[in-house]
């Protein structure tokens, strides 16, 4: 009988560990602060990746393959007291392109609004209802983020629930002491962002973001020429959202993950194909023209 019971828990067990979504690296780096008392961040880093990558985030069963791969780096600037700690949070998520090896970068987010309690030993518990631990408050608000963005590149506007759930922790956290949920505390924050986010004038981008994955890299292995086409296409959503508003966190976020890939891309097209979009990427990433001047190149990146 024990023998019984046994095998069932590790089958249980197993189904549990299939449904998580999440296969987030997870660093914590206290470089900056002063102290010999070094144990509590590496218990930091341990809660905060078990947090993560065992809770249940959504309704969806994901197999190990089938895991977001993606990275979660705080950087520990002051230890305002014994358990309180200020920093920055770092967060990249990268998509794996079907019938190649390549993953896409998809964000990379830094948040330099990083304030919270920490007790060694005390588990992490987050409250949907309420705003009462401020690090799994944030850890929660970027999981959903992370699952929205991954979401919506699968499928049209496929993150809305995600995002909304965002959105719903950034309400829940506007008489938090702690900085980055409100909308006068910076244009790029987590406020802005799930803003834009569930913002139906930049809706243009999120579909941007269906198109360039699942119509266009998706596709590029048997078919180059068409999901390449498909991009560019894709770009001028881009090209919508920033005319009707130049500066928005989503515009900053799209080309700091795909400026690089861009280039790539890009250089392999047509004469025609490359001139179109070079309009379109001067006009939106000003910052990168250098970079994207390398599209007109001829050698293959």
């Known amino acids: 009988m024990p023998r019984i019971i046994l095998i069932l828990a590790l089958i249980c067990s197993s189904i549990v560990a299939a449904g998580q979504e999440f296969r987030c690296n997870v660093s914590v780096s206290s470089s900056r602060v002063e102290g010999t008392y070094k144990q509590v961040f590496e218990s930091m880093r341990t809660d905060i990746y078990e947090f993560i990558n065992n809770r249940k985030w959504s309704d969806n069963v994901f197999t190990t393959d089938e895991r977001i791969e993606c990275t979660i780096f705080i950087q ?21 392109v079907f019938d ?4 896409s970068p998809l964000l990379n987010i830094k948040d330099n609004d990083l304030q919270f309690r920490y007790v060694e030993f005390q588990p992490m518990e987050f409250d949907e209802t309420s705003n009462s631990n401020p690090l799994t408050n944030i850890l929660a608000y970027y999981a959903n983020i992370l699952l929205g ?8 506007l496929g993150g809305s629930v995600y995002f909304q759930k965002a959105r719903d922790i950034v309400n829940r956290s506007q008489n938090a002491r702690e900085k980055g ?30 198109r360039y994955h699942r119509l266009g890299l998706d596709i590029m292995a048997e078919k180059p020429d068409i999901g390449r086409s498909e991009i560019a296409d894709a770009l001028k959503n881009m090209q919508r959202v920033y005319r ?6 989503v515009n900053r976020i799209f080309f700091d993950a795909k400026s690089d890939e861009l280039v790539n891309i890009f250089s392999k097209g ?14 939106c990433d000003p910052s990168n023209a250098g970079k994207y001047e390398k599209i007109m190149d001829q050698k293959i990146f």
């Open 100 to 103: 190649a090896s390549y993953n």
């Open 244 to 249: 009707a508003k130049p500066d928005t966190y």
């Open 270 to 283: 047509s004469s025609d194909e490359k001139g179109r979009v070079m309009t379109i990427l001067t006009e």
């Open 149 to 156: 963005f991954d979401y919506d590149t699968y499928s049209p």
């Open 181 to 210: 949920w409100r909308a006068f505390e910076g244009n790029f924050n987590r406020f802005w962002l799930v803003e834009n986010l569930t913002n139906k004038a930049y809706g243009p981008f999120r579909e941007l973001l269906y």
């Open 76 to 96: 520990i600037t002051e230890q305002v007291s014994a358990d309180e700690f200020k920093g920055t949070l770092q967060v990249q998520l990268n998509r794996p």
